[in-house]
């Protein structure tokens, strides 16, 4: 019960990053991904480093793995736990995505401003 109501605050939690005034949307977070992955990887973006990026992307190993730790046949704990990895998996990427387009327009602005001046 602990885990169903720590899954569902990390849900909303994410919605309302997503869905707050001024933040980048959903699909602007979404399209912001690769380029977040690829910044990361270069060593352009210092927001992120390379170990969480390898931590996410055993997330997504493990959720698209045939192989299981818990085994489905454990029904409730098999699918809760590949339901965790993915509401974690969501919300991690979607809240450093959001932090990286961010990232960029400052970035953006900061050339414009040279440029001015």
């Known amino acids: 019960m602990m885990a169903k109501a720590a899954r569902a605050a990390a849900a909303w939690r994410t919605y309302r990053e997503v869905t707050k005034p001024g933040s980048p949307g959903l699909m602007t977070r979404v399209r912001a991904i690769p380029r977040?992955?690829?910044?990361?990887?270069?060593?352009?973006?210092?927001?992120?480093?390379?170990?969480?990026?390898?931590?996410?992307?055993?997330?997504?190993?493990?959720?698209?793995?045939?192989?299981?730790?818990?085994?489905?046949?454990?029904?409730?704990?098999g699918v809760a736990d590949d339901f965790g990895v993915f509401l974690w998996l969501l919300a991690s990427l979607l809240g450093e995505s959001g932090r990286y387009v961010e990232h960029e327009r400052r970035v953006i602005q900061g050339r414009l401003a040279e440029q001015e001046g």
């Not at 973006?45 to 170990?51: E, I, L, P």
């Open 36 to 77: 977040l992955i690829g910044a990361v990887m270069r060593g352009q973006y210092a927001g992120m480093g390379k170990s969480k990026l390898a931590l996410l992307g055993l997330g997504v190993v493990y959720i698209l793995s045939p192989v299981d730790v818990l085994p489905e046949f454990l029904l409730v704990i």
